[in-house]
């Protein structure tokens, strides 16, 4: 098929060309003593994308969900309560994963389309006297219907009552894209992967953690190995990795990183907002309805978007692919089949972002939906060039 | 700036992953034994994109306008006479270089936006019953104007008065892209370069001749050597150059050729009208003119549009690519800063298209052209939608 | 430093040019309908390079260690009891692993350079009349000493004494270059990696499994999820995975299987023998001896070259790679410092093995070790010439 | 055939990692605000290679022999006599290229693996009071002998009797491997292509030009239009080329010339005079002889290697690259089948030296000669460790 693909699924996102550049290259030995002059910055620099000052990140070898898992077999104990919500696919998945690693799970389901339950959370925690919770999870980007929630506010609501357990947060596909502040909001485990914001293909899992988090390590009892924190820090202090490390995925997250902090971390979160404000602009002007049912809930990362009653979400998507070269996000478990989604992270721009409008406006027409041609583009249009002359304003 | 660059500027075009990854290689012997296993199928090849069965092709490590003057300096001889006709920027170097190499030319300068003139030509052809003019050539597109020329017309004026001049093409912007046919329309010389149809970067001139040219070369008097037929014959006919040829992009050569024959020829024509159709559309829509005057001279691979009186056509160039990473193709000479361009050709699909036209929207929109926003966008989905409905009715 | 690295460890090995343009690609969606053309056949020719006709094989996003792992939590449960046998750096880590994750080891240490004790097996198994031994593992290829240990052997013995236990092998270092015969030899876990045989960057982490090792899985108790088979077979079975995974390197090993499958896989295991019998005729030009204690012993893949008492190898390593550019494997845990490593598996040829002895020879003699030298090139050339005339003798 | 082909030839050379990493790139506009930011820096550097402060130096879309025609067509009028000399296959070719282009041409036959006589051009020059001689051309390096010519002797020469005529200079293989000073020697026209010293694929044609030779230029007559460089200087000047510029190639020379300042130009040069003495130490050993007659003419960049009577060198090459997929270079025209090539020039290091000499003695043993196994390398690796020792001694 002539031409590009067009991939707006929420990850993988598309690869820097620098990146992608940098991922050109023969291999090398991973012993070489000049090894750590690659690794050891990159530490470093992973943590400044978590915002983590004061503990460490360990990059492994797996996708993100390796990573949840190295959070919770490092730092919980088997029989270990946790507090945990699901409106989604991807949370679903955690407290899946929490519920086969042998945890007590407290689940609290919320509806698809809302996010974290901050008040609910607030009573269980003031009710657990006894201290009982050892953790708290928070997925911060809910990737199957682009739902936000806020970390700082769950960090509140433990301080309300003094509560010690810890904080997890899945960042997976919002760390790096949108505000994360793990020390100011006392998370102690942050999981994320390279396929999102980092703008790498899948391959690395990132976990950053306090140093609350290591300390409970010390004395967490749960079966684990590969995802060993204690190999890990044995051999990361000095530049290596207990096993073969995959070093091109390392040399594109060096090019990476430089191109985050070129750009500077806060411009990057400003210019999600500001794509995501043209989609949801766009998917407004067709008539139709996020999966998100609030506004407070919306993802700057991801917009999963209702199709009306009648539509297969499944052959929308399809049909972009087949027929547009055009890779959009499925519509996951419960909402299969209902939404479709529009990835709007990484290495993106306006123009990128009204590409995808037009494919979703020609799919959405050819499988029934009636919309009217050119409006979603018309508004995004709009609202870009206005926040450009509002912003121009305001530097004037 | 994130994300990628858009690239709609009439070549060079964007490159497909294909290409791409063929180009991705070490360097190795330009006179090993294996060589011509990559050669000799790239000589027979090219001349299938010219539908040239009977003469041969020269590739040079040149730009397409070193295969002008090597058309130029092998099959004619110093103080031949041409007739020429200008009406765009590279008719005119074609003029400008056919005076510059010592030929005798007489050339009809015809209003840009305009193309060949064949009355005329056919008029001076029935003249010259002393078959003085050695020579006939056309621009066969104009990527300036965005002029599509008449080659077979051109070709039915020598015949009707059994004119032996030869003819020369200029089909850089065209080959590959638009119906070209060298046996059929006895076209002598044909020129392109790797950078347009054969979605390569610049670096490769292609020079496909016919057996008429090939003896005319035999006793034309002109100095060359770097160009000269005679050394690429002995060399090409065992799969070698004359000089150390550019292996990458003749690997390259080989992706593009595949996915050329891949997708068809007549498909890929077929596939750049319909293209062409959509910016036409959006043109329409928006209230503007394009450069062609008339709908016969429409080019399939470029459209150069007019801009209101007062708006400077650099500066939309300039805003394009510094506030939307997008490239569009600028007015170049007599039409400098009168019309930008969109480059429609190469490896491109419909949402390239609408993602161009989003671009080009917001660049008029911020440069004070009163356009109405995603009215140029509405008309391309509505003409693509519709021709799909047509072709499917057809099918049907 | 101008030139190429040249790098003769262990894995990761040389990627083959057509490997790393396969791997230089944009994203794209793991859930795309075309997705399975690429995965489906993937399954299906990993399987091939294990032999394995009966099972299945999965692909995680890990290191061979991750493989490791997956290969004990799913197949057997906590508590289980192991017959293992350490003799170098990486049956230390499984064993070390094994321990880790609860099982009750009996460990057979077994001196460095020699492999595993298939006498003792035979004993240990006959002496278990209850099958307490629920699983039986092999170092196929001890990485370290450059020892390859006899799984047939193994085979035989639990056949003989009608002992039901698994087998297991670590592959990592030898399936793909050395003969492996799953089906044959009856392993029901084998394990390997992306970086060796299979000349890839690291990160992709194989196990392909025995119908019977299927089975054990539905009832063993052990916690998992990330490397769970269950979430694996129900999303491999249609071509998808659990989660996103690494489609960069799953290109890269489309292109890597083709190369295997081009040369053939027992004129792949030839090669492995011939460059390696080259590199021990050189060291013993040298005066040196390997570490492997008997021929029985020695690896086609990596050599470990014991070094004079008083050179350090720390040193050797170092050196190697300051002066010359050139990474060779350093000696690990016990032989730390006592011996270098030639890793020679992978994409390797005759010219590249006389590289990297000249340069162990340059090495060797600048840090005080007496070789003459040449000795080394001159015998491995005579070895590679002896070898290819008597090829060439009986093909006449 | 598995692993790296060994590419020895005096060019294409191999290409380091960081450019083709650079080359692996989208096209641009080669007419963006931004391209200027490319290619201004990129003429600056250039020269700097040539040591060219005062002139200026064009990069031609075209090999090296483009650059030669473009030397002679714009500083030089027809019918301009010219003094040159014949000694190889390269010097035989500007020859005839000079005879072809319409020049009278003085040549003095020499014979080859001898250089440029500078006694008899000496001569030449003082018997030609009237100053008939308009350009005196030197051949650097022959690259089909192996032999460096002394230009400051030639321009000592001029100067002694005060002779106008300008200086032509083929660099093609010498520049930037091997010691040349443009300014110093009073270097006219200096020729250089891409492929050698450059470190990039074949594709870009160098031609570093004095203020005389730009003011020449004003006044000659000759036809030229594709290298004029009246076109180039228009553009050039702002950044930009008269016609689509080869930009991944101009991208692949921002790398090389990093990668050669960074070495420093002076240790490139010796570098490769230190590589060249390890060739030169193995072809002794070996007991053959350099078609280079006296160590005055031994080229640094590449090592012609005369081969015993009977030994058909079309034969040498052919088997070394079939049976060690290692290209060596051929004997071309007068020394066709008499001699072997091993090119040494480019990114090249000790240890790739001694693989291209260990090919070398296989690919000869093989083919009948008798030479001792190793003994090259040894002899090779002997002269690289004193070096190393006397350089060490100095520093001490």
Not at 236 to 241: A, I, K, P, R, S
Not at 347 to 365: I, K, P, Q
Request: hydrophobic share 45%.
């Amino acid at each position: 098929m002539a031409g590009f693909n067009h991939l707006f699924i929420p990850g993988p996102t598309n690869i820097p060309e620098q990146v992608r550049q940098a991922m050109n290259l023969p291999m090398e030995d991973m012993r070489s003593p000049r090894y750590p002059e690659l690794t050891l910055p990159l530490f470093a620099d992973v943590k400044k994308v978590f915002k983590n000052h004061d503990g460490r990140v360990f990059i492994y070898t797996s996708s993100g969900t390796g990573a949840w898992e190295a959070a919770m077999t490092n730092v919980l104990s088997s029989g270990d309560k946790l507090l945990m919500s699901r409106f989604g696919q991807f949370s679903h998945l955690w407290v899946d994963m929490a519920e086969r690693l042998g945890f007590e799970v407290d689940c609290l389901d919320m509806e698809w389309g809302t996010g974290v339950p901050v008040e609910l959370y607030a009573e269980r925690l003031a009710a657990d006297k006894a201290h009982k919770i050892k953790a708290v999870f928070v997925t911060h980007n809910e990737t199957a219907t682009g739902v936000t929630s806020d970390v700082a506010a769950v960090r509140a609501a433990l301080d309300a009552c003094g509560h010690p357990a810890l904080l997890f947060v899945d960042g997976v596909s919002s760390i790096g894209s949108i505000d994360f502040r793990q020390d100011e909001w006392g998370v102690d485990c942050a999981v994320s992967g390279s396929q999102k914001g980092f703008m790498l293909p899948a391959g690395l899992g990132f976990l950053s953690v306090s140093q609350k988090a290591l300390k409970a390590a010390k004395t967490a009892r749960h079966m684990r190995c590969y995802f060993s924190f204690e190999d890990m820090i044995k051999t990361n202090d000095t530049g290596y990795f207990p096993y073969t490390p995959p070093t091109q995925l390392l040399h594109g997250l060096r090019a990476a990183l430089d191109l985050i902090f070129e750009e500077g971390l806060e411009n990057v979160f400003a210019r999600h907002h500001h794509l995501a404000n043209g989609v949801r602009a766009a998917v407004s002007a067709w008539g139709l309805k996020l999966c998100a049912t609030e506004p407070k809930w919306h993802s700057d990362t991801v917009s999963a978007i209702r199709l009306p009653e009648g539509i297969d979400g499944v052959e929308v998507i399809k049909h972009a692919y087949r027929a547009y070269n055009t890779s959009l996000g499925s519509g996951l478990s419960k909402v299969a089949g209902k939404v479709f989604r529009i990835g709007h992270l990484g290495s993106l721009n306006e123009v990128m972002v009204l590409g995808a409008l037009g494919a979703a406006e020609m799919t959405l027409l050819d499988c029934g939906v009636e919309i009217e041609a050119g409006s979603g583009v018309a508004a995004a249009i709009n609202q870009f060039r206005s926040a450009a002359a509002t912003a121009a304003a305001k530097a004037a």
